[in-house]
């Protein structure tokens, strides 16, 4: 599998309060989605989502579906967040 998950993060101070984290502090997964690896490479990702979206602002997780087969794609922890059409496009 050449897929790479990768997070689309809140934007920065989009939640923060006042009392909020201070800036730098980790910002929460918005959605999770699938993306090609770049041609020739099979740690960077490739210009768009299985979705179709813009990788560029993206932040690429750690986690390669290869690495852990019978399991889900992308993180248990964000099962909540994932793109629904990358994910339908995974599971084909």
């Known amino acids: ?9 809140d934007k920065p101070g989009a939640a923060r309060s006042s009392a909020g984290p201070a800036s730098g502090a980790e910002r929460r997964v918005r959605k999770v989605h699938a993306a090609p ?3 020739g490479s099979h740690t ?3 210009p768009r989502t ?3 979206k813009d990788t560029f602002a993206m932040e ?4 390669r579906p290869s690495a852990h087969p019978g399991a889900p794609w992308y993180p ?4 909540s967040v994932v ?3 990358c994910d ?3 599971e084909t």
């Open 1 to 9: 599998m050449s897929e790479i998950v990768v997070y689309e993060l």
């Open 37 to 39: 690896a770049a041609p």
């Open 44 to 46: 960077a990702t490739g």
């Open 50 to 52: 299985l979705c179709g």
């Open 60 to 63: 690429t997780a750690d986690w």
């Open 76 to 79: 248990e922890e964000h099962a």
């Open 83 to 85: 793109c629904p059409d």
């Open 88 to 90: 339908a496009v995974m």
